[in-house]
């Protein structure tokens, strides 16, 4: 069996729309849902009335890691399917998956992900250290200003199953077994880097990642759609590459991504007294925000 584990946090007609793809396309393997509700005001009940196999469990917004980790907890099946309210999914890839992973040993496999408008998501990635990031950083944005040829190339790259040093929690599969042996996800993470901690942790546990790109899921990033998420997770993206840096790197890509964010967030904040870009800064320094 399956569990699809999907966190809700201000998303409800994303979480909606998501579950009634899972329910509208996987036929072939026999699975259940749980939803880890992080927003109280969001009235789920309704999905479990709708759907059989479907669990909606009432959480207080300890972040993603933490959210993942309870939906684990409630979990019946062999393998764990991580995977974003703000994704559709549009074929039934499961048996096929099955297939292949069945009886190999893997850490983690990202899945296959499409924007909206069709074009390949970039989803993947190598090794995270500064110029690794750096490279990882240029390749985002020629994805975002749909540079065709360069994302049609990146497609053919991952046309088959891949090796990959990390894969993106939006839609993710581990083996409940080896989930539980690497201790679930870090819930020092907020948000972000948190697949990427879980990944390297199963690297070291010699178990290799993958890329699977048999699947068609679209994700629609609706962080986009609420400002309080370009603000916020704006932060925590900040703070958790900054924990994940001081977990797996050394000394000098450490000093060289404190150094470059210090100089970059202070320049920043003197020319626009933005309290977010202080708030990075300080996280910078050590003093991590309060939770709210």
């Known amino acids: 069996m399956i569990s699809v584990i999907i ?16 329910y509208d396309n996987i036929k072939s393997t026999s699975f259940e849902v749980i939803v880890i509700n992080n927003s109280p005001e969001d009235d789920l009940s309704g999905l479990e009335k709708t759907y059989e196999e ?3 469990v009432s959480n207080v917004n300890k972040g993603f890691s ?12 062999d393998y764990l399917f991580f995977l974003n309210a703000d994704t559709v999914i549009r074929s039934d890839f499961t048996k096929e998956f099955l297939s292949m992973f069945g009886s190999k040993e893997f850490g983690a496999v990202g899945l296959k992900l499409y924007n909206e408008d069709g074009t390949f998501q970039l989803s993947t990635g190598k090794e995270i250290n500064f110029f690794n990031e750096i490279k990882n950083k240029e390749d985002e944005q020629r994805f975002r200003e749909r540079d065709n040829e360069f994302i049609g190339s990146k497609e053919k790259e991952f046309d088959k199953v891949t090796e990959a040093d990390w894969v ?5 599969i581990i083996r409940k ?25 199963l690297q070291k546990e010699g178990l290799k990642n993958y890329f699977y790109p048999d699947s ?4 629609l990033k609706g962080e986009n759609e609420n400002p309080e998420f370009r603000t916020d997770t704006y932060y925590y993206s900040k703070e958790s ?15 060289l991504l404190r150094s470059y964010l210090l100089i970059k967030f202070t320049l920043k904040y003197i020319f626009s007294f933005n309290k977010l870009y202080l708030k990075i800064v300080k996280a910078v320094l050590g003093m991590k925000a309060e939770r709210t």
Request: some cysteine; charged content about 25%; proline content about 0%.
């Open 7 to 22: 966190i809700n946090y201000k998303q409800k007609k994303f979480t909606e729309s998501c579950v009634a793809s899972v």
């Open 54 to 56: 479907l669990k909606v």
């Open 66 to 77: 933490q959210a993942n980790n309870l939906g684990a907890k409630h979990s019946k099946g």
């Open 168 to 172: 993106t929690g939006a839609a993710m």
């Open 177 to 201: 077994v080896v989930y539980e042996k690497a201790g679930g996800f870090d819930e020092s993470y907020f948000l972000y880097y948190e697949d990427a901690d879980i990944c390297k942790r």
């Open 216 to 219: 068609d899921i679209v994700h």
């Open 241 to 255: 590459q900054l924990n994940y840096y001081k977990k797996h790197n050394g000394v000098i890509d450490n000093v």
